[in-house]
Nanobody, 125 residues
Framework: VRLVESGGGLVQPGGSLRLSCSASGFAFALYGMTWYRQVPGKERELVAAINMGGSSTKYTDAVRGRFTISRDNGKKTINLQMNNLKPEDTAVYYC???????????????????WGQGTQVTVSS
């Protein structure tokens, strides 16, 4: 399994970023996919999840209405469009997989034990 995140950066509050995750080494189209984020000293938390066909999504309350998760099964990628960014969105963002039906915003254990390097998102003026 290989997961490669990209697209992070420094942005002012209210700005936008689009993260991407390129996946390989597993049957991507058959897996629900997820975005997590982590700040130093805190546990990694679920940000968004998408089912294998891309027809259903879930978001943690803190980002609902501002972030949009999507996927392209042909390209084996998932994206996270982040709008109206806030300083509290500052974190390292990671992609992974999880069984979509059992994934809850308060409990969504990742499927894969190996993680990519993540992509840093910093929201600051």
């Amino acid at each position: 399994v290989r997961l490669v995140e990209s697209g992070g950066g420094l942005v002012q509050p209210g700005g936008s970023l689009r993260l991407s995750c390129s996946a390989s080494g597993f049957a991507f189209a058959l897996y629900g996919m997820t975005w997590y984020r982590q700040v130093p000293g805190k546990e990694r938390e679920l940000v968004a999840a998408i089912n294998m066909g891309g027809s259903s999504t879930k978001y943690t309350d803190a980002v609902r209405g501002r972030f949009t998760i999507s996927r392209d099964n042909g390209k084996k990628t998932i994206n996270l469009q982040m709008n109206n960014l806030k300083p509290e969105d500052t974190a390292v963002y990671y992609c992974n997989s999880a069984p979509y039906d059992s994934c809850e915003t308060y409990r969504c254990p990742p499927r894969f034990t190996s993680w990519g390097q993540g992509t840093q998102v910093t929201v600051s003026s």
